[in-house]
Structure formats: structure tokens, C-alpha cells
């Protein structure tokens, strides 16, 4: 895309962190641009900063994992704007319960995955058809470095499954419309740490997957903490959405806004090529049992 004025963006989990950062800079840019959260209250104030500041803007609550009003997002972002030329399935939780693995409840899979695996393959479902009516479309993918290079224990292993397939999906759609010769882009935004809420994501599990946390072990405990710590001190999101932009202008594919985070990448592949077991690496040895 050479120009964005004009456009229509559309950005899920709008309502605060990476979500906000990409729609404030998509307005900057001149677009008009559609909130989708699951968080209504926040959602409204966001609308209300973004339309302050001169923006077109459209919020529409949005459960992702949910098809029916992910595809009720799209037919109202139509309705209003007459067309979508970016879309941004970036909606995502994080599991810190502490609990091991294997201990993982189906409720907290089923959460996870729904968000964070079924929210962008409903997102790719509704919308992709819009962009291919369109003379030139982008979508984004919010997967993480979790989602290349997986170092993470216990419940945030259910996080690194999420995003390694929301890696997969998005190699797979680019490949699918290339094949169709679309003007279609796709990105896989995957970033490290950022400041956002994500470490809070308990406040927006919906009941009917119920939270059954186990006792955290110290080592469990510890991991959580600097979890938190490395998210509270991590990049601004207005620094993710800056790039974001840049590979939207530039047709990038991997957008990976940590280079410092590569080596682990480069460390998983040559494990792959060289048939060595992963091991526990350096970013996750605060709490590797002594």
C-alpha cells in the first residue's frame, strides 16, 4: 500500500495496549478506523479519544472467539465505511495461572484457544472476502515471539500453542492468495515484551470457563512475577504500531520488532536441523528448578 488516507482499518482488541496503539497511528495516518473489544467500557473510551483527536472512528463490542460477532463486526464496519482495506485480528490472552502443563484445565484451553487461535481464524474467515472485493487489502496477524521460539513452562505453554499456530495460519493465508494472485497482503506481527494489560487477562475470562487456579508452586510464582515485571518494562506499543505501519507500507511479512529476541529463533531452528532436544533457555531461568 502506498498511501493509507482514506482507508478503513479495522483492529481488534482495540480497546487498550498493541489494539489502541495501531488504531491511534492508523488515524494519524488519515484512515478511519473500526474499535472492536470485548470490554465495553474501555472500548467507549477509546472511541471517545480517537473521535476527540479528529478521527472517523466505529467501536463495535466484539467477542472474537465468537464467528457470529466477528462476522457481525465486519457486516457494520461495511455498512458504515463502504469498504475495509485493514484488518488487524490482534485480540489476545495470556494464561498465568501457574498451573503445570499437563494440568491445564479444558476450560482454560478451550479460553485461550478461542481468543487467541479462533479470534484470528474468525477474523481471516470474515474479512478476507471483503479485502479481495477491494483493489489492494492487508491483514495482520498478532501472533508473539512465543510464537517462534517456544521457552515458556507450565500455563504460558498454552499461550506459545496459540501463537505458534497463529504463525502457521498466517504463512498458510499468504500463500493462498498468492496462489490466487490477490492483492491481498499478510502480516505476522510478533513482538516480545510490550506494556499492555495482558498479564491481566483473568478480568475478561467469561464464565462459562470457569477458573480453577491451583496452589502456585515458589518456581511458578517466581516465573509469573518476572512475567509481569518484563511486560510492565517492555516496549511502548505506540513503537509496535510504528512498525506495524512500515510493514504494511513495505509488504513485509515478519514483523518482528525485537531483534535482541532473534537469537532464541536462530538457537530453535538449528535444534530442529540438528535433531536436539529444546531445552529451558535463558529468558525463563529466573525460576528453573536449581
Request: aromatic share 6%; charged share 20%; with cysteine.
Amino acid at each position: 500500500m502506498k498511501s493509507l488516507k482514506g482507508r478503513v482499518a479495522v483492529v481488534t482488541g482495540a480497546a487498550s495496549g498493541i489494539g489502541f496503539a495501531l488504531a491511534e497511528r492508523f488515524a494519524a495516518e488519515g484512515m478511519k478506523v473500526v474499535l472492536a473489544d470485548v470490554e465495553v467500557e474501555p472500548l467507549g473510551r477509546a472511541e471517545h479519544s480517537l473521535r476527540s483527536a479528529g478521527a472517523e472512528v466505529l467501536a463495535v463490542p466484539t467477542d472474537v472467539s465468537k464467528a457470529d460477532q466477528v462476522d457481525r463486526l465486519a457486516q457494520q464496519a461495511r455498512e458504515t465505511f463502504g469498504a475495509i482495506h485493514v484488518v488487524c485480528n490482534n485480540a489476545g490472552v495470556g494464561a498465568t495461572s501457574g498451573a503445570a502443563f499437563w494440568e491445564m484445565t479444558r476450560a482454560d484451553w478451550e479460553w485461550v484457544l478461542g481468543v487467541n487461535l479462533w479470534g484470528a481464524i474468525n477474523g481471516m474467515r470474515a474479512f478476507t472476502p471483503i479485502l479481495l472485493e477491494q483493489e489492494e487489502g492487508h491483514i495482520i496477524n498478532t501472533a508473539s515471539m512465543a510464537g517462534l521460539n517456544t521457552s515458556a513452562p507450565g500455563s504460558m505453554g498454552v499461550y506459545s500453542v496459540t501463537k505458534h499456530a497463529v504463525v502457521a495460519l498466517s504463512e498458510s493465508l499468504q500463500v493462498s492468495l498468492a496462489i490466487r494472485g490477490a492483492h491481498v497482503a499478510v502480516s505476522v506481527l510478533c513482538p516480545a515484551w510490550v506494556q499492555t494489560n495482558i498479564s491481566e487477562s483473568i478480568r475478561n475470562r467469561p464464565a462459562e470457563y470457569p477458573s480453577n487456579e491451583p496452589e502456585r508452586t515458589p518456581q511458578a510464582a517466581a516465573a509469573i512475577e518476572y512475567v509481569k515485571h518484563l511486560v510492565a518494562t517492555g516496549t511502548p506499543p505506540a513503537k509496535i504500531a510504528a512498525t506495524v505501519v512500515d510493514a504494511i507500507y513495505k509488504q513485509r511479512f515478519y514483523v518482528l520488532p525485537h531483534p535482541e529476541a532473534l537469537p532464541g529463533v536462530r538457537q530453535r531452528m538449528e535444534d530442529i536441523l540438528e535433531d536436539r532436544s529444546p531445552v529451558l533457555g535463558p529468558p525463563w531461568a529466573p525460576w528453573r528448578s536449581s
